[in-house]
């Protein structure tokens, strides 16, 4: 009589997802019946797997496969964990070298506006007196008749 499934498991102290594995990879043959459950031949299971002696306590020993299966997936997540760390240390290094540049940029955009500014006071100044000049370079004080001389003295006074 066929094992199912859970009394394959049973009969060898092995886990379900054990056998299952075994009948996936080919090791043992088995066969699935009307309902979809797996149909299992003692003597194929056991040509696999020992039997467990009739009455002792099923202790559940994981397969050599499982275990280096398992030790690689540590090792795989704990080099995939450091690479992780290693990659968000260096975003926020690059962070903080933008986030630098970013206020050494503003400083100096500060700085020429400033200096442009100072310029355009210049220039105004600049412009201003020699428009002043050029006004009192064409007609010199002495060449004014007095009445107009004494006009200019009291707008100068004035401002």
């Known amino acids: 009589?066929?094992?199912?499934?859970?009394?394959?498991?049973?009969?060898?102290?092995?886990?379900?997802?054990?056998?299952?594995?075994?009948?996936?990879?080919?090791?043992?043959?088995?066969?699935?019946?009307?309902?979809?459950?797996?149909?299992?031949?003692?003597a194929e299971l056991h040509r696999v797997y020992a039997p467990v002696a009739a009455g002792a306590t099923r202790t559940v020993t994981p397969d050599a496969e499982v275990t280096v299966e398992l030790l690689l997936l540590r090792q795989e997540l704990t080099a995939k964990e450091e690479r992780l760390t290693s990659l968000q240390e260096e975003r926020e290094r690059e962070r903080r070298q933008l986030t630098e540049r970013i206020t050494e940029l503003r400083d100096q955009l500060a700085r020429s506006e400033e200096e442009r500014r100072e310029k355009d006071r210049q220039l105004t100044a600049l412009l201003t007196d020699q428009s002043g000049e050029e006004k009192g370079a064409s007609v010199p004080d002495a060449a004014l008749p007095p009445r107009l001389r004494f006009f200019k003295y009291l707008r100068l006074l004035r401002h």
Request: proline content about 7%; glycine content about 8%.
């Open 1 to 42: 009589m066929p094992y199912s499934l859970k009394q394959a498991a049973d009969a060898t102290g092995r886990s379900k997802p054990t056998i299952l594995r075994a009948i996936q990879t080919g090791k043992i043959s088995a066969n699935k019946s009307e309902i979809g459950e797996w149909e299992i031949d003692p």
